[in-house]
């Protein structure tokens, strides 16, 4: 048996980003001499938040798109074409999206996902919205908008994702605590108009996406 002095360092970080230091200082403690490499310090437990909340993008106009991650590869895409003819001939809008995601990285213990407030309240126009925590997740939004007045308005999407791989497990001893977690608010889009999507993920090794396409011909071609 020897005396040791023990000084432990921990640095956190509260929401608002900034950080704390907790110093704790032990001296003078009786511990037992052990090889350092039968010291297993216990693992703390891996967790990952994405948040959108208070007024954050309340009142906004136009063309919107918001990719907000948390957590490793994870693959996020917002997709737009707009074509506008206002004599004749033919107006065209197309966009293309692939994605793959080979899932090798760790999975995380606790995900959260969440939309607050009144975040996209009041909100005009092509809004797109990822918001994904987790591993090895793929997202697309894909808005495809044609319009002519005398001829042909062709609109076209075309999607690909995948997710391949299995994810990593940080520690077995933890996995009963695992816990995912989405949630949008009842206010987050009130009185929110014209053309919405959301993409909203807590997990690991998934792929969702929404996709859009209008042609809108007001004449005809000979």
Do not use: C, W
């Not at 950080?19 to 403690?29: E, K, S």
């Not at 948390?70 to 003819?85: C, T």
């Amino acid at each position: 048996m020897q005396t040791t002095a023990v000084t432990g360092i921990k640095i956190m970080a509260d929401k608002a980003g900034f950080h704390r230091m907790i110093v704790i200082l032990l001296a003078g403690i009786t511990l037992p001499t052990m090889a350092a490499s039968e010291i297993d310090p216990p693992l703390s437990p891996y967790v990952t938040q994405s948040q959108i909340q208070g007024i954050a993008l309340s009142n906004t106009r136009g063309v919107v798109g918001v990719n907000l991650s948390a957590g490793d590869s994870n693959d996020q895409i917002n997709a737009r074409a707009l074509s506008l003819s206002t004599g004749p001939g033919v107006s065209s809008a197309r966009n293309q999206t692939q994605q793959h995601v080979h899932l090798i990285s760790e999975s995380p213990n606790s995900t959260i996902s969440k939309i607050e407030g009144k975040a996209f309240s009041n909100s005009r126009g092509l809004i797109s919205v990822n918001l994904v925590s987790g591993a090895g997740n793929a997202q697309t939004n894909a808005i495809a908008i044609s319009l002519s007045t005398n001829g042909v308005a062709v609109s076209e999407n075309e999607l690909s994702m995948s997710v391949s791989g299995q994810p990593v497990t940080v520690d077995d001893s933890l996995t009963s605590s695992h816990s995912r977690e989405t949630s949008i608010s009842a206010d987050a889009f009130v009185d929110a108009k014209g053309v919405l999507q959301i993409n909203q993920l807590a997990g690991s090794g998934n792929a969702t996406s929404n996709s859009f396409g209008l042609s809108v011909s007001l004449g005809s071609t000979p």
